[in-house]
């Protein structure tokens, strides 16, 4: 059998079903085809259930890319205030967490009930659980072959997004689309994931599992405050998610663990006014009583305060306001929230998300070299890239 579309997107997510909507609702005949057997479920899956599905403070400088001001155009063509707007119509409640993120107050599944409402609302074909075998170009033409079925179109929206969760979808199917049309894959890694460590660091965070501190975590000049956490495989929490995203293997990345104290002048003033106090008791008035006596520990200090010089409690103060630590890894793909890389931004054009040499073949969300910071950012360039794409394909 053979059929033609004006529009096939590949890929269900959350910029394919966006792209697949807006091309519906210009008059387009929409294909959307995704092999697994459930829609939406990196969607379902986010923000612990509930969808950090977008972010007020959505900014160009939220985003990491080769080309950073690739995002400009799209993120105004479709802002967080679009998006938002469209959740008011559908009734779906919402709350603000911290920092500008933006959840769902009931469940992540409103959003992609929400989504696939429109889609049929926009007459787009839906098509799930199905493999594509082959995508190619004939004339002018775009074809996917599905078993001995061939699907013709004008555009094709290539929307498989990125390499992390495997075991719900993930494929790297749209950066072998990009090669075989010869564009330029920028290398792939993943991104907003547990940093790992090697033993003298896992021993400490294994001991402190379940902790967690408010905490600057840096990597040369970017750093982040927010919550960190103590794994039995290392460090997570938001402030490492974010910093993973910049940390090149084998460098460090720098911790303070005291932010918002000045933690030598804080030990020296406590030397002058309490010289009999004990140390590990001082130490955590400022940090968990767990942490503060593995630091102690590392720093092999003990007794009263008036018992220690100067440059000890120097070298005490700088592993709680700037512990230097040298991740060793990550836990990879199968934690990752998103993928760094993907589809070079040189080789389409930020107005359209159209191919340079390809007329009519289109990429969004994340299969692009556009990360996002953690907060409901990567949401709102799959949302802005697939509208983008929608009024153009
Ligand atoms: C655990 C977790 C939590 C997250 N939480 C948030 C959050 O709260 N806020 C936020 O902004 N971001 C969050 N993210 C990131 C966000 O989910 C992604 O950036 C976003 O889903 C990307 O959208 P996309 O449409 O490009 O790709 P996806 O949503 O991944 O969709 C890609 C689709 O393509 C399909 N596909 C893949 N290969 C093929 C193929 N060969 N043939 C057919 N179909 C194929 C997949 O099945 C999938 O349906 C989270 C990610 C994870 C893993």
Known sequence: ??????????????????????????????????????????????????????????????????????????????????????????????????????????????????????????????????TIDDIDKQDDNYFIVVGSDKYFSQSLIIATGGLSIPKIGASKFGYDIAQKFGLKVIETLPALVPLTFSEKILAICKELTGLSVEAVVSFKKTFFEEGMLFTHRGLSGPSILQISSYWKLGDNIKVNLSPKLDVDKFLNDRKISSPKQDIGIIVSEILPKRLAHIICNENNVNGNICELSNKVLTSLSNSINAWVINPIGTEGYRTAEVTLGGIDTEEISSKTMMSNKHPGLFFIGEVVDVTGHLGGYNFQWAWSSGYVAGQYA
């Not at 500008?100 to 009931?106: H, I, K």
């Open 1 to 130: 059998m053979t059929e033609q579309f004006d529009v096939i997107v590949v890929g269900a997510g959350a910029a394919g079903m966006m792209s697949a909507i807006e091309a519906g609702k210009r008059g387009r005949k929409v294909l959307l085809v995704d092999h697994a057997k459930k829609i939406g479920e990196k969607i379902r899956i986010s923000g612990g259930g509930r969808c950090n599905f977008t972010n007020i403070h959505t900014h160009p400088s939220k985003f990491i890319s080769n080309n950073p001001k690739f995002v400009i155009s799209a993120l105004k063509q479709y802002t967080q205030n679009n998006f938002i707007d469209l959740i008011k119509k559908h009734n779906i409640k919402f709350h603000e967490k911290k920092l500008g993120q933006l959840f769902c107050d009931e469940s992540a599944q409103q959003i992609i009930d929400m989504l696939l409402l429109e889609c049929e609302m926009a007459k787009v074909v839906l098509k799930k659980d199905t």
